[in-house]
């Protein structure tokens, strides 16, 4: 099996760099919650299928340590509706070495899905629908004013897709 190479310390600067300047742009830092967790993902084919079998979207919540936009979505948003309206979404850490399936059931880690997806930004938010197709536009960065209408208007499309 090929390891995927690590990256260096530079690269996982510039990173965390991106994922504090694709939303701290305004200026204005997140509150601060007590965390809340989400799943890491384990195995995409059978995360996706038990989101499907609920009729729902999988949604993958593109993360990086200690980023606190990530703290943010999870905490404020996904964290919330996945236990209120029971939303199946599991997290990927953009540079762990974590083991999961990919979408093809083969074995990867985090860091290469990430790479897969070709997501630079955390948090990203993927919609997963059937044959783990992206079933509306991903939600990349975020706005301290319009997360909410943003998140809320690509979850009411992946919805659609998944039950049509």
């Not at 995927?4 to 701290?24: E, T, V």
């Not at 990086?64 to 997290?91: D, F, G, I, K, T």
């Not at 850490?93 to 990919?102: E, F, K, V």
């Amino acid at each position: 099996m090929n390891t995927p190479p690590r990256l260096s310390l530079s690269r996982r600067q510039g990173l965390r760099a991106l994922a504090l300047l694709g939303l701290g742009a305004s200026g204005v830092a997140p509150a601060r919650v007590a965390g809340k967790t989400l799943p890491l993902s384990a195995s995409l084919p059978d995360e996706l299928a038990r989101a499907l079998k609920a009729r729902q979207p999988l949604v993958v919540m593109v993360s990086l340590h200690r980023c606190p936009w990530c703290e943010e979505v999870r905490n404020n948003y996904l964290a919330p509706m996945r236990a209120q309206e029971r939303l199946p979404v599991v997290q990927v850490d953009m540079l762990s070495p974590r083991q999961t399936r990919d979408l093809q059931g083969a074995p990867t880690t985090h860091e290469a899905l990430v790479r897969a997806w070709d997501v630079k930004v955390a948090p990203t938010v993927l919609f997963l629908g059937p044959q783990g197709k992206e079933v509306a536009d991903r939600l990349v960065g975020g706005s301290p004013d319009f997360y909410s209408a943003y998140l809320d208007r690509r979850l009411a499309l992946a919805r659609e897709a998944v039950i049509t």
